[in-house]
């Protein structure tokens, strides 16, 4: 199993496009006309923040697969209750779209398609299996709850919404959390034709969003994820057994390490004090925290959609929920919600012409998602 790395310095797109151009991609998506690029796009962050995809890496990859006649789409979740349209306009993604006159989807709209894993069942976003293939284009970080964020996290965006965080509420800590991304992985990783980072400028220290942006200089490629992973955390400092979802992940594709081909330049190599120290401390005393501190954290993050006075029962809300979870009764000054049914994948926040949904939230949960 080959992972590919690339010495890129800086954001030039002919040395990025000469880069994707050598890799198997198009070999991978022989027959294949509807491309879906999945990239990391969590926040409403400039590129130069090192939180998101560069849309230069963008740019460089979809100039390649329409010159080979795909048709192509970017799409994905971000995380919180941000607007997607501020996600697309702050991370240049907008622009790029605008350029290539391409499709951007909103993986919090729509359809959602149930997805069992071994012991989690998913709700993922129709888009993502509408598509002929999938190329996932992730970014190079540290993780302040699993350690490391790259290939095999990115995917994680093809869940809806907020349903993200109630994962997070319901498995605390990495190791229970590296079960959620296992299984995810081991549903989703049937549509990903390729997977390609950003490691040019990265994150260090208190990512995947507070840390601070590092210029590492590298690209990575692979047919795997877990493979692309495994050698691109190592080259951060990580030890394999740290990282728990990537070895439960390498397992799932029945790799072993030993199995992953690297250009000999590269073999043994590591960058030089990367801030991960702190990030490891943290993770691991959230681990190791007694089950009563860990419950109590689970009872005390809730968070969940209602309605203010700008409702005007329009019923928007009511046939765009994906899940039938809402209903207008008589009396009524704003829909009823099913809890149980509802899946947080925010829709309805989304969609509300009036801005009448917000999100009620813990203390707790306003600490958390911002």
């Known amino acids: ?7 890129i310095e800086s954001y030039d797109f002919d040395k990025i496009y000469r880069f994707l151009e050598k890799l198997p991609i198009l070999e991978k ?34 100039s390649l697969l329409k010159k080979n006649k795909k ?3 970017i799409g994905d979740s971000p995380g919180g209750v941000i607007s997607v349209q501020r996600v697309w306009q702050e991370t240049g993604i907008k622009e790029l779209a605008e350029k290539h006159n391409i499709e951007l989807v909103n993986f919090n709209r729509g359809k959602v398609v149930s997805k069992k894993g071994k012991t989690i069942e998913f709700n993922t976003s129709k888009y993502f299996w509408d598509a002929d293939a999938v190329i996932n284009v992730s970014k190079y970080k540290t993780h302040s709850l699993v350690f490391y964020t790259g290939a095999v996290k990115n995917l994680y965006g093809t869940i809806p919404g907020l349903k993200k965080s109630d994962f997070h509420k319901n498995y605390p800590d990495h190791i229970k959390f590296s079960q959620v991304l296992t299984e995810l992985y081991s549903v989703v990783k049937e549509k990903v034709a390729f997977n390609i980072m950003d490691g040019i400028v990265g994150m260090e220290g208190e990512g995947p969003s507070a840390g601070k942006p590092r210029n590492f200089g590298v690209m990575f490629a692979g047919e795997s994820a877990s493979a692309l992973d495994y050698i691109a955390f190592g080259m951060m400092g990580f030890q394999l057994k740290e990282i728990e979802y990537i070895v439960r992940c390498l397992r799932e594709d029945e790799i072993k390490s030993s199995d992953i081909e690297i250009a000999k330049e590269w073999e043994n190599f590591t960058f030089q004090d990367v801030k991960i ?3 490891k401390t943290f993770v691991k005393i959230l681990a190791y925290s007694p089950a009563f501190l860990q ?14 006075e700008k409702c005007k029962l329009c019923n928007v809300c009511v046939e765009s ?14 829909p009823t919600i099913d809890h149980k049914k509802c899946i947080k994948c925010m829709c309805c926040h989304e969609l509300c012409p009036y801005n009448a949904v917000y999100i009620r939230k813990s203390f707790l949960a306003k600490l958390i998602i911002k």
């Open 71 to 73: 048709e192509v789409s």
């Open 295 to 308: 419950n109590a954290f689970r009872s005390l993050f809730r968070y969940y959609p209602d309605f203010n």
């Open 277 to 279: 120290k702190g990030v």
């Open 1 to 7: 199993m080959k992972v590919y790395i690339e010495r």
């Open 29 to 62: 998506l022989e027959g294949k006309k509807k491309i879906l690029i999945k990239p990391n796009l969590l926040g409403a962050f400039h590129p130069d923040k090192a939180v998101t995809t560069h849309p230069k890496v963008l740019d460089a990859l979809i």
């Open 321 to 334: 929920c994906p899940v039938q979870a809402m209903e207008i009764k008589n009396g009524d000054t704003s």
